[in-house]
């Protein structure tokens, strides 16, 4: 990821600070060298956030978090992993593309098979710029109010 893409991610991980904070937040906290976009740690309860910008390949992302946590890298007894999708992976005619279902497919099955994990599939309405492009207007806005859709997640038992 780019530069914007750094900001987006820290900008989100100072609004999570506030609105659930009881956990401390850390960005491209490292999970058997697979570096996550933001990681929440509260004793033993971890929530991992991945963004999900361009990528070619977001089930690669998301087969090899999953893993890691079936080999229980993290030692938690809740895991829950929120994998943010840009409007890169709508399509036009309506819909998401089959990047983004087959990540989906690989996130809610390792949520099946391991019991301390559950997943989460969220848009994060914002129009990711190619290189070279100014970045979308209200990209503040979107963010904040991804960031509270993301708390009301994490606050939720």
């Known amino acids: 990821m780019g530069e914007f893409a750094d900001e987006v991610v820290h900008r989100l991980k100072d609004h999570l ?6 956990y401390a937040w850390e960005t491209e906290y490292p999970i ?8 929440g740690i509260d004793g033993d309860r971890y929530v991992l956030i991945e963004l999900e910008w361009r990528r070619a390949d977001p089930a690669d992302n998301a087969a090899k978090i999953f893993r ?5 890298e993290i030692p938690a007894d809740q895991v829950r992993i929120l994998q943010l999708f840009t409007n890169h992976y709508d399509l036009i005619s309506g819909g998401v593309s ?15 098979l391991l019991e301390h994990l559950t997943y989460h599939p969220i848009n994060f309405e914002i129009d990711p710029p190619k290189s ?7 990209w503040e806005d979107i963010t904040d109010s991804t960031a509270k ?9």
């Open 17 to 22: 600070a506030q609105f659930s904070s009881s």
């Open 32 to 39: 058997a060298q697979t570096p996550i976009d933001i990681v």
């Open 68 to 72: 890691h946590l079936s080999t229980r």
């Open 98 to 112: 089959s990047k983004r279902k087959n990540a989906e497919f690989v996130g809610e099955t390792a949520a099946e």
């Open 132 to 138: 070279g492009e100014d970045r979308p207007p209200q």
């Open 149 to 157: 859709k993301l708390a009301s997640v994490i606050n939720h038992p």
